[in-house]
T-cell receptor
Framework: GQQVMQIPQYQHVQEGEDFTTYCNSSTTLSNIQWYKQRPGGHPVFLIQLVKSGEVKKQKRLTFQFGEAKKNSSLHITATQTTDVGTYFCAGPGSGGSNYKLTFGKGTLLTVNP | DTGVSQNPRHKITKRGQNVTFRCDPISEHNRLYWYRQTLGQGPEFLTYFQNEAQLEKSRLLSDRFSAERPKGSFSTLEIQRTEQGDSAMYLC??????????????FGPGTRLTVL
């Protein structure tokens, strides 16, 4: 079945440094979503990418969807302590379902102030 | 609070006992999902409802798990004869039918189950 792989698993940065997490799928995705989960919290939707090669920005966050729609990335510029958390990418489930999500294992970001 | 709510937030039970969790989605959302999350992993899909119909169930879900959404509003997830391997965070999410088919999902705070 479909798998969504994320790297790195962990990333520790100094405040002000940039951060990037990468997501790769074994199959072509119709769309990809990104979620953030703060320590002790629940996943919170960040963004959805649908188009091949799409790039979206949210303040210091930049999201990209690959041309082949099999990979995606999230880049954070000048990290802040509020960016701490686990970032998950998620693709639609296999078997024709566009509604359930298949999550990667996530990248845990810690920021040293 | 108009977000997704889940009860209880924590549940400790002994192996072999039955447990039931409740999820109240955002009121206008017709799709409701259950996920399970263990430490260091992403949420894992369990089952999905559209209104009161259970449209999909994960192959990973054993017969000890059952979910209902009788009136298309709140949902319950029951685990019978709990095992230690069932210990996890059980997350509920809901999404709206409006707009794109690929709707964002709004997650509740989860129910943390510990099986002793």
């Amino acid at each position: 079945g479909q798998q969504v792989m994320q790297i790195p698993q962990y990333q520790h940065v100094q405040e002000g440094e940039d951060f990037t997490t990468y997501c790769n799928s074994s199959t072509t995705l119709s769309n990809i979503q990104w979620y953030k989960q703060r320590p002790g919290g629940h996943p919170v939707f960040l963004i959805q990418l649908v188009k091949s090669g799409e790039v979206k920005k949210q303040k210091r966050l930049t999201f990209q969807f690959g041309e082949a729609k099999k990979n995606s990335s999230l880049h954070i510029t000048a990290t802040q302590t509020t960016d701490v958390g686990t970032y998950f990418c998620a693709g639609p489930g296999s078997g024709g379902s566009n509604y359930k999500l298949t999550f990667g294992k996530g990248t845990l970001l810690t920021v040293n102030p | 609070d108009t977000g997704v709510s889940q009860n209880p937030r924590h549940k400790i039970t002994k192996r072999g006992q039955n447990v039931t969790f409740r999820c109240d989605p955002i009121s206008e959302h017709n799709r409701l999902y259950w996920y399970r999350q263990t430490l260091g992993q992403g949420p894992e899909f369990l089952t999905y409802f559209q209104n009161e119909a259970q449209l999909e169930k994960s192959r990973l879900l054993s017969d000890r798990f059952s979910a209902e959404r009788p009136k298309g509003s709140f949902s319950t997830l029951e685990i019978q004869r709990t095992e230690q391997g069932d210990s996890a965070m059980y997350l509920c999410a809901s999404s709206s039918p409006s707009g794109s088919s690929y709707n964002e999902q709004f997650f509740g705070p989860g129910t943390r189950l510990t099986v002793l």
